[in-house]
């Protein structure tokens, strides 16, 4: 999680994988070429690979036209595949057998099927992006042909690496835990709500998607911390996730438009209860002066509640969305006239733990729908469900925070 990266580049996944016929064929295909241009020695033209060498080079052929299928079909913004070919021990986040990823790579470049761009240390990596043959067949194919390989991990650990020399916020880093029978349920949880929702028809704009998997994410506040799971906690991997709010109608679940459900002001309201006060009526993120402001006051108070410290600056996200010459102390002093009872939990680093409390709701939610046979597509502090199911899903959301003690209304946007 510490890769140099560019906006224009698409993050290469190791457990995407070619799965429907087109893409199957281009496997085959390119996967024999390169076992071709590989072999080395005078027979080795007419010498048969080993078979375990045949399956590692077809995973990770598969693995690249899946990838570059991805994005040259889905994300035209992206120009490059970035893909990191440092080779380090193997953790349990990573798939196995991509050793050869280089040597494949280089193969098939020297085929004319992709360009690739060198590497720039600690600017970012090597990229490439398909062309010629490789090109043409994968656009003229589709996402829906993009499946995952198994094994991919489903709970992940990660810690606060704290910042560099200028105060800037280091990545975080991946922590390879020991399974316990705690990290066995997170995880069977997560496997059950996959495997339902994989067994449903999720498109966009009429098109069928590529395959994707939940992923529970946990956080540790220092690298050095006992291995727990009760930080952050939020689910992601869901390519619904970073929709554009315009594109949501165009989501469409076992073929019915999308009923979009929010827990109201949730993350005040977790707030509330944790210093065990009862929060005024109406929306809670509607400040005096800032009505026409709600966004930015929304993402002002969960920086306040994430910080370490006294908010004096706004990051950059918040200030854009709030009228010109707001600082920091202004909004905390606007957010906390309205709710005096959080004042003493701003600047404390409380966001992880309500975040962790909304995610179990969250899952308990997911569970509950899928157990009754309906597809939830979860959102951090919401879920899309088809809208004949809206209402049931709704009660479902109010049951699940009320078994842990709240009391939070449910909205329909």
Known sequence: MDDPFSSSDHWFDPWATAQGPSLKAVTQS????????????????????????????????????????????????HRRLAIPLRHDTLSRYDRKGFGHLPHVLDAMATMGLVVKHAAHIKKRRTGIEATGKLLEALLSGTVAEVGRAEGEEAVWLTARMGRDGRGHKLPFMLMNYEDTPETCSLRGEMEEINAFLATQRIELQGEPQAGFKLTRRFTLRHIGDPHTFRLHGRLYGGF?????????????????????????????????????????????????GLEEHRAGVKAGFAAMLSSSNEMTRLPSSVKDALPVGWTGRRLAEAIGKKHPALVRLFGKDIAMDLMFTESTILVAVLLRLARMGIAALPMHDGIMVQCNHGETAAEAMKIAAHQIGLTIPVIHK
Not at 52 to 57: I, L, N, S, T
Not at 244 to 251: M, T, V
């Open 30 to 77: 390119i996967t024999k070429q390169v076992l071709q241009a590989t072999a080395k020695g005078p027979q080795a033209r007419i010498r048969q690979p080993k078979q375990e060498q045949v399956e590692r080079v077809t995973n990770i052929v598969s693995c690249l036209v899946a990838n570059l299928a991805v994005m040259h079909h889905g994300h035209p913004e």
């Open 240 to 288: 619904w996730e970073s929709l554009p709010k315009r594109l949501r109608d165009d989501l469409r679940i076992n073929g019915e438009p999308i009923a979009d459900l929010d827990f109201a002001s949730m993350f005040p309201r977790l707030a509330y209860a944790l210093v065990r006060a009862e929060p005024p009526e109406g929306d809670l993120y509607a400040i005096p």
